[in-house]
Protein backbone atom coordinates (compact mmCIF):
# COMPACT_ATOMS: atom_id res chain seq x y z
CA UNK A 1 0.00 0.00 0.00
CA UNK A 2 0.83 3.86 -1.02
CA UNK A 3 1.58 5.99 1.85
CA UNK A 4 1.09 9.59 1.83
CA UNK A 5 3.98 12.26 3.24
CA UNK A 6 1.70 12.79 6.10
CA UNK A 7 0.69 8.61 6.51
CA UNK A 8 4.17 8.12 7.06
CA UNK A 9 4.87 10.81 9.14
CA UNK A 10 2.45 10.52 11.92
CA UNK A 11 2.85 6.26 11.75
CA UNK A 12 6.56 6.59 12.38
CA UNK A 13 6.13 8.89 15.06
CA UNK A 14 3.11 7.95 16.95
CA UNK A 15 3.51 3.93 16.76
CA UNK A 16 6.80 4.84 19.14
CA UNK A 17 4.63 4.57 22.68
CA UNK A 18 6.99 7.31 24.23
CA UNK A 19 5.48 9.61 21.64
CA UNK A 20 2.52 8.24 22.02
CA UNK A 21 1.75 7.92 25.43
CA UNK A 22 2.71 12.49 25.73
CA UNK A 23 0.41 12.72 22.88
CA UNK A 24 -2.60 10.39 24.90
CA UNK A 25 -1.88 12.54 27.98
CA UNK A 26 -2.37 15.65 26.48
CA UNK A 27 -5.52 15.11 24.51
CA UNK A 28 -7.58 13.10 27.08
CA UNK A 29 -9.55 13.98 29.83
CA UNK A 30 -7.92 14.10 33.27
CA UNK A 31 -9.53 11.74 35.19
CA UNK A 32 -8.94 9.01 32.48
CA UNK A 33 -5.13 10.04 32.43
CA UNK A 34 -4.99 9.95 36.19
CA UNK A 35 -6.77 6.49 35.45
CA UNK A 36 -4.66 4.59 32.80
CA UNK A 37 -1.87 1.90 33.60
CA UNK A 38 0.61 3.37 30.91
CA UNK A 39 3.11 0.45 31.43
CA UNK A 40 0.06 -1.09 29.53
CA UNK A 41 -0.20 0.80 26.56
CA UNK A 42 -0.17 -1.01 23.38
CA UNK A 43 -0.03 -0.14 19.36
CA UNK A 44 -3.01 -2.58 18.16
CA UNK A 45 -2.44 -4.04 14.40
CA UNK A 46 -4.56 -2.92 11.52
CA UNK A 47 -6.10 0.56 9.70
CA UNK A 48 -9.42 1.15 9.68
CA UNK A 49 -9.72 4.05 6.81
CA UNK A 50 -11.83 3.88 4.22
CA UNK A 51 -9.75 2.99 0.99
CA UNK A 52 -10.89 5.85 -0.72
CA UNK A 53 -10.04 7.90 2.18
CA UNK A 54 -6.51 6.86 2.81
CA UNK A 55 -5.11 10.22 1.20
CA UNK A 56 -6.63 11.90 3.33
CA UNK A 57 -6.35 10.23 7.08
CA UNK A 58 -4.73 8.19 8.30
CA UNK A 59 -5.41 6.09 12.15
CA UNK A 60 -3.68 4.14 14.80
CA UNK A 61 -5.57 2.04 17.37
CA UNK A 62 -4.15 1.73 21.22
CA UNK A 63 -4.93 -0.23 24.18
CA UNK A 64 -5.07 0.49 27.92
CA UNK A 65 -6.04 -1.00 31.09
CA UNK A 66 -7.75 0.69 33.65
CA UNK A 67 -7.12 -2.09 36.19
CA UNK A 68 -9.30 -5.04 34.66
CA UNK A 69 -10.78 -3.04 32.21
CA UNK A 70 -9.43 -2.65 28.64
CA UNK A 71 -9.82 0.27 26.90
CA UNK A 72 -8.58 1.22 23.44
CA UNK A 73 -8.18 4.58 22.12
CA UNK A 74 -8.90 5.17 18.15
CA UNK A 75 -6.50 8.32 17.21
CA UNK A 76 -7.54 9.52 13.35
CA UNK A 77 -5.10 12.20 11.92
CA UNK A 78 -7.17 14.30 9.53
CA UNK A 79 -4.76 15.50 7.11
CA UNK A 80 -7.05 18.43 5.20
CA UNK A 81 -6.05 21.78 5.50
CA UNK A 82 -10.16 22.37 6.71
CA UNK A 83 -12.46 20.28 8.35
CA UNK A 84 -15.05 17.39 7.99
CA UNK A 85 -18.66 18.19 8.71
CA UNK A 86 -19.12 14.12 7.91
CA UNK A 87 -16.18 12.99 10.51
CA UNK A 88 -18.63 12.12 13.46
CA UNK A 89 -19.98 9.70 10.75
CA UNK A 90 -16.69 8.02 9.64
CA UNK A 91 -15.54 7.83 13.24
CA UNK A 92 -18.69 5.85 14.26
CA UNK A 93 -18.23 3.62 11.17
CA UNK A 94 -14.67 3.01 12.06
CA UNK A 95 -15.66 1.94 15.50
CA UNK A 96 -17.76 -0.44 14.62
CA UNK A 97 -14.77 -1.67 12.17
CA UNK A 98 -12.89 -2.01 15.24
CA UNK A 99 -15.55 -3.90 17.71
CA UNK A 100 -16.00 -6.24 14.43
CA UNK A 101 -12.71 -7.12 14.48
CA UNK A 102 -12.44 -7.89 18.28
CA UNK A 103 -14.99 -10.42 18.43
CA UNK A 104 -17.86 -11.26 20.16
CA UNK A 105 -16.96 -10.70 23.90
CA UNK A 106 -17.05 -13.38 26.73
CA UNK A 107 -20.04 -14.16 27.99
CA UNK A 108 -21.07 -11.90 30.52
CA UNK A 109 -18.91 -8.87 29.70
CA UNK A 110 -19.84 -6.19 27.23
CA UNK A 111 -17.63 -4.64 24.63
CA UNK A 112 -14.50 -2.88 25.02
CA UNK A 113 -15.09 0.88 25.38
CA UNK A 114 -13.47 2.69 22.50
CA UNK A 115 -11.97 6.60 22.78
CA UNK A 116 -12.11 8.21 19.50
CA UNK A 117 -9.78 11.03 18.95
CA UNK A 118 -9.25 13.39 15.62
CA UNK A 119 -5.56 15.11 15.46
CA UNK A 120 -6.29 18.04 13.12
CA UNK A 121 -3.62 20.53 11.43
CA UNK A 122 -5.80 22.59 9.71
CA UNK A 123 -5.98 26.42 9.29
CA UNK A 124 -8.24 27.99 11.50
CA UNK A 125 -9.08 25.03 14.21
CA UNK A 126 -11.59 22.66 13.82
CA UNK A 127 -15.17 23.86 13.42
CA UNK A 128 -16.97 20.33 12.59
CA UNK A 129 -20.03 19.09 15.01
CA UNK A 130 -17.98 16.89 17.79
CA UNK A 131 -20.97 15.34 19.28
CA UNK A 132 -23.03 12.90 16.88
CA UNK A 133 -26.35 14.00 18.12
CA UNK A 134 -25.45 17.44 16.88
CA UNK A 135 -25.02 16.39 13.67
CA UNK A 136 -28.39 15.09 12.96
CA UNK A 137 -31.63 17.15 12.19
CA UNK A 138 -33.86 16.67 15.69
CA UNK A 139 -36.19 19.08 15.34
CA UNK A 140 -36.98 21.73 17.82
CA UNK A 141 -38.08 20.39 21.70
CA UNK A 142 -39.92 19.12 22.92
CA UNK A 143 -39.30 16.75 19.74
CA UNK A 144 -35.82 16.36 20.03
CA UNK A 145 -35.70 15.59 23.66
CA UNK A 146 -38.01 12.85 23.04
CA UNK A 147 -34.99 11.42 20.37
CA UNK A 148 -32.18 11.42 21.27
CA UNK A 149 -32.28 8.47 23.88
CA UNK A 150 -33.16 6.74 20.57
CA UNK A 151 -30.13 8.08 18.42
CA UNK A 152 -26.07 6.90 18.77
CA UNK A 153 -24.70 9.19 21.43
CA UNK A 154 -21.39 9.57 21.98
CA UNK A 155 -18.68 12.45 21.51
CA UNK A 156 -15.03 12.48 20.45
CA UNK A 157 -12.01 14.73 21.35
CA UNK A 158 -9.64 17.11 18.94
CA UNK A 159 -5.82 17.39 19.36
CA UNK A 160 -6.29 20.85 17.50
CA UNK A 161 -2.64 21.90 16.63
CA UNK A 162 -3.88 24.93 14.96
CA UNK A 163 -4.81 26.65 17.99
CA UNK A 164 -1.76 25.27 19.94
CA UNK A 165 1.01 28.13 20.77
CA UNK A 166 4.69 27.57 20.15
CA UNK A 167 4.61 27.14 24.50
CA UNK A 168 2.24 24.59 24.81
CA UNK A 169 3.71 22.82 21.83
CA UNK A 170 7.37 22.88 23.69
CA UNK A 171 5.27 21.66 27.32
CA UNK A 172 3.52 18.54 25.87
CA UNK A 173 6.53 17.48 23.16
CA UNK A 174 8.66 15.70 25.51
CA UNK A 175 11.89 15.65 22.83
CA UNK A 176 13.04 17.91 19.89
CA UNK A 177 11.60 14.64 17.02
CA UNK A 178 8.11 15.26 18.59
CA UNK A 179 8.32 19.05 18.60
CA UNK A 180 9.86 18.97 15.18
CA UNK A 181 6.60 17.09 14.17
CA UNK A 182 4.40 19.26 16.01
CA UNK A 183 6.10 22.51 13.88
CA UNK A 184 6.04 20.94 10.53
CA UNK A 185 2.31 19.61 11.03
CA UNK A 186 0.86 22.61 12.05
CA UNK A 187 3.25 25.79 10.06
CA UNK A 188 4.77 23.47 7.30
CA UNK A 189 2.41 24.65 4.47
CA UNK A 190 1.58 27.33 2.25
CA UNK A 191 4.94 28.70 1.54
CA UNK A 192 5.99 28.88 5.21
CA UNK A 193 8.29 25.83 5.47
CA UNK A 194 11.61 27.96 4.59
CA UNK A 195 11.06 30.28 7.17
CA UNK A 196 10.05 27.61 9.86
CA UNK A 197 13.03 25.60 9.10
CA UNK A 198 15.42 28.23 9.33
CA UNK A 199 14.07 29.63 12.37
CA UNK A 200 14.58 25.63 14.24
CA UNK A 201 17.86 24.76 12.99
CA UNK A 202 18.76 24.02 16.53
CA UNK A 203 15.67 21.15 16.94
CA UNK A 204 16.66 19.42 13.20
CA UNK A 205 20.46 19.30 14.64
CA UNK A 206 18.85 18.22 17.88
CA UNK A 207 16.93 15.56 16.36
CA UNK A 208 20.17 14.67 13.70
CA UNK A 209 22.08 14.01 16.86
CA UNK A 210 19.66 12.39 19.36
CA UNK A 211 17.89 10.50 17.19
CA UNK A 212 18.55 6.91 14.85
CA UNK A 213 19.38 8.63 11.37
CA UNK A 214 15.53 7.28 10.46
CA UNK A 215 13.97 9.59 12.53
CA UNK A 216 15.52 12.60 10.59
CA UNK A 217 15.27 11.31 7.30
CA UNK A 218 11.75 11.06 7.65
CA UNK A 219 11.36 14.65 8.88
CA UNK A 220 13.49 16.06 6.11
CA UNK A 221 11.20 13.71 3.52
CA UNK A 222 8.51 15.45 4.73
CA UNK A 223 9.46 18.59 4.64
CA UNK A 224 10.44 17.74 0.90
CA UNK A 225 7.31 16.46 0.50
CA UNK A 226 4.86 19.26 1.19
CA UNK A 227 7.02 21.90 -0.18
CA UNK A 228 5.20 21.93 -3.08
CA UNK A 229 4.51 25.87 -3.08
CA UNK A 230 8.20 26.47 -2.00
CA UNK A 231 11.15 27.10 -4.62
CA UNK A 232 13.21 23.84 -4.71
CA UNK A 233 16.65 26.30 -4.49
CA UNK A 234 14.90 27.78 -1.30
CA UNK A 235 14.45 24.89 0.14
CA UNK A 236 18.14 23.43 -0.03
CA UNK A 237 19.44 26.63 1.03
CA UNK A 238 17.75 26.01 4.29
CA UNK A 239 19.04 22.74 4.47
CA UNK A 240 22.42 23.82 3.14
CA UNK A 241 22.92 25.93 6.05
CA UNK A 242 23.02 23.08 8.78
CA UNK A 243 25.65 21.50 10.29
CA UNK A 244 28.35 19.17 7.75
CA UNK A 245 26.51 15.81 9.08
CA UNK A 246 22.75 16.98 9.26
CA UNK A 247 23.40 18.89 5.93
CA UNK A 248 24.45 16.02 4.04
CA UNK A 249 21.56 13.64 5.22
CA UNK A 250 19.35 16.43 4.34
CA UNK A 251 21.01 16.85 1.09
CA UNK A 252 20.55 13.01 0.33
CA UNK A 253 16.55 13.43 1.52
CA UNK A 254 16.43 16.69 -0.86
CA UNK A 255 18.13 14.32 -3.93
CA UNK A 256 16.23 11.55 -3.72
CA UNK A 257 12.69 13.98 -3.76
CA UNK A 258 13.96 15.12 -6.66
CA UNK A 259 14.93 11.79 -8.36
CA UNK A 260 11.74 10.66 -7.34
CA UNK A 261 9.82 13.73 -8.94
CA UNK A 262 12.19 13.14 -11.88
CA UNK A 263 10.65 9.98 -12.34
CA UNK A 264 7.48 10.71 -11.91
CA UNK A 265 7.67 14.08 -14.43
CA UNK A 266 9.02 12.04 -16.48
CA UNK A 267 6.15 9.00 -16.33
CA UNK A 268 3.62 11.41 -16.94
CA UNK A 269 5.22 13.17 -19.78
CA UNK A 270 6.00 9.63 -21.68
CA UNK A 271 1.87 8.47 -21.10
CA UNK A 272 1.15 12.01 -22.40
CA UNK A 273 2.76 12.27 -25.46
CA UNK A 274 2.60 8.09 -25.72
CA UNK A 275 -1.45 8.82 -25.82
CA UNK A 276 -1.15 11.81 -27.75
CA UNK A 277 1.65 9.82 -30.56
CA UNK A 278 -0.65 6.80 -30.14
CA UNK A 279 -4.30 8.80 -31.33
CA UNK A 280 -2.33 10.98 -34.31
CA UNK A 281 -0.93 7.60 -35.66
CA UNK A 282 -3.16 4.85 -34.54
CA UNK A 283 -0.48 2.84 -34.04
CA UNK A 284 0.53 0.87 -30.88
CA UNK A 285 4.29 1.60 -31.75
CA UNK A 286 3.44 5.41 -31.36
CA UNK A 287 2.28 4.59 -27.82
CA UNK A 288 4.99 2.98 -26.68
CA UNK A 289 7.52 4.99 -28.56
CA UNK A 290 6.34 8.20 -27.48
CA UNK A 291 5.88 7.04 -23.48
CA UNK A 292 9.27 5.85 -23.68
CA UNK A 293 10.90 9.01 -24.87
CA UNK A 294 8.79 11.34 -22.61
CA UNK A 295 10.13 9.30 -19.82
CA UNK A 296 13.42 9.34 -20.30
CA UNK A 297 13.63 12.79 -21.34
CA UNK A 298 11.58 14.31 -18.12
CA UNK A 299 13.25 11.84 -16.17
CA UNK A 300 17.09 13.51 -17.12
CA UNK A 301 16.10 17.10 -17.42
CA UNK A 302 14.51 16.78 -13.98
CA UNK A 303 17.72 15.10 -12.08
CA UNK A 304 20.08 17.58 -14.39
CA UNK A 305 17.94 20.42 -12.68
CA UNK A 306 17.95 18.71 -9.23
CA UNK A 307 21.94 18.01 -9.30
CA UNK A 308 22.58 22.14 -10.47
CA UNK A 309 20.33 23.03 -7.40
CA UNK A 310 21.99 21.07 -4.97
CA UNK A 311 25.41 22.03 -6.38
CA UNK A 312 24.80 25.47 -6.19
CA UNK A 313 23.41 25.26 -2.77
CA UNK A 314 26.58 23.45 -1.50
CA UNK A 315 29.78 24.99 -3.37
CA UNK A 316 28.12 28.47 -4.77
CA UNK A 317 28.84 29.65 -7.95
CA UNK A 318 30.00 27.17 -10.11
CA UNK A 319 32.60 27.47 -12.91
CA UNK A 320 31.94 26.90 -16.31
CA UNK A 321 32.72 23.52 -16.69
CA UNK A 322 30.11 22.18 -14.20
CA UNK A 323 26.99 23.07 -15.74
CA UNK A 324 28.70 21.78 -18.98
CA UNK A 325 29.67 18.56 -17.68
CA UNK A 326 25.98 17.88 -16.25
CA UNK A 327 24.16 18.98 -19.75
CA UNK A 328 26.68 16.15 -21.22
CA UNK A 329 26.06 13.43 -18.50
CA UNK A 330 23.88 10.50 -19.29
CA UNK A 331 21.05 9.48 -16.94
CA UNK A 332 23.53 7.13 -15.07
CA UNK A 333 26.26 9.88 -14.75
CA UNK A 334 23.60 11.65 -13.33
CA UNK A 335 22.01 9.32 -10.56
CA UNK A 336 25.58 9.03 -9.18
CA UNK A 337 26.42 13.01 -9.32
CA UNK A 338 23.16 13.73 -7.33
CA UNK A 339 24.05 11.06 -4.41
CA UNK A 340 27.57 12.34 -4.35
CA UNK A 341 26.37 16.40 -4.21
CA UNK A 342 25.16 15.42 -1.30
CA UNK A 343 27.97 14.67 0.60
CA UNK A 344 31.46 15.29 -1.23
CA UNK A 345 33.80 17.57 0.30
CA UNK A 346 34.89 19.23 -3.15
CA UNK A 347 33.03 20.09 -6.21
CA UNK A 348 35.66 17.98 -8.32
CA UNK A 349 34.57 14.71 -6.28
CA UNK A 350 31.77 14.98 -7.35
CA UNK A 351 32.53 14.35 -10.97
CA UNK A 352 35.48 12.14 -10.72
CA UNK A 353 35.34 9.22 -13.19
Known sequence: MTHTPHDALFKATFSDLGNAERELRAVLPPALVRV??????????????DDELKERHSDLLYSA?????????????EHRSEGDADMVFRLLRYMVRVWDRLGVPERGRGRAPILPVVLSHGDGG??????FEDSLDLGPDPVREALLPHVPRFEYLVDDLALESDAALVARAGSAWVH????????????????????HLDLLEAVHHGWPVEVFAQLMSYAGHVAEDVERDDLVRVFGALGSGAREQ??????????EEARAEGLAEGRAEGRAEGRVEGRVEGRVEGRVEGRVEGRVDGLR???????????????AWAPERVATATTAELDTFVARAASEPHLDDVFRA
Request: hydrophobic share 50%; glycine share 6%; proline share 5%.
Open 305 to 319: AALLTVLRARFGSLP
Open 65 to 77: RIGSLVVHIYVLF
Open 36 to 49: IDWSTLRVEPGSYV
Open 250 to 259: AMRSVAQLFR
Open 180 to 199: MVWLLLRDGRRGRLPRLLMA
Open 126 to 131: WTSPRR
